[in-house]
């Protein structure tokens, strides 16, 4: 797992779920009190979460890693088995396990944000500094965006 690799500090204290449903639950309830969209995270065959709320650092393990294609942003995204990141709220940083492909090459993604005060914008950050910023909307999933609509009706 390399870089990977969780060390028994970072997990101490840690609430920990197991299983597909609690795990895609934990991951959803996660997202929504951070702010994010839910789909900003589409991994799959989830197998372990857990957080450890002192610290904010948060681990996703899913069965092997996963490609995802995000249609609205033109954007292949591959997420290891492992995905960790810290979180507070509208931020997750140091994250590790997601790469964004961005023309040839595998891009590490190491932060994501939303923008403040408005909340319209998602902003991605790789390893070396470059961002990339899309409408929040790019990642709702449709429940979201049909409660999106009546916000905005």
């Known amino acids: 797992m390399g870089s990977l690799a969780m060390t028994d500090k970072e997990r101490e204290g840690a609430e920990i779920v197991y299983g597909p449903e609690e795990c ?3 991951s959803m309830e996660l997202l929504g009190e951070l702010g994010f969209p839910r789909g900003v995270l589409p991994l799959e065959d989830l197998e372990e979460c857990g957080r450890v709320k002192e610290t904010g650092f948060v681990w996703m393990k899913q069965k092997g890693p996963y490609e ?6 033109n954007t292949r995204v591959r997420y290891e088995a492992v995905v960790t990141a810290y979180v507070e ?3 997750m940083k140091k994250m590790t396990g997601v ?18 005060p408005t909340g319209q914008k998602i902003y991605f950050k790789s390893a070396v500094g ?19 609509g ?4």
Not at 68 to 73: A, D, K, Y
Not at 107 to 114: F, G
């Open 24 to 26: 895609y639950r934990h």
């Open 68 to 73: 995802h294609f995000f249609t609205w942003t």
């Open 89 to 91: 709220k509208n931020r």
């Open 99 to 116: 790469r964004s492909k961005q023309m040839l090459l595998w891009v590490p993604i190491t932060e994501m944000s939303i923008d403040e």
């Open 130 to 148: 470059i961002g990339r910023s899309f409408p929040v909307s790019a990642f709702m999933d449709d429940e979201e965006k049909k409660i999106e």
């Open 150 to 153: 009546k916000v905005g009706a």
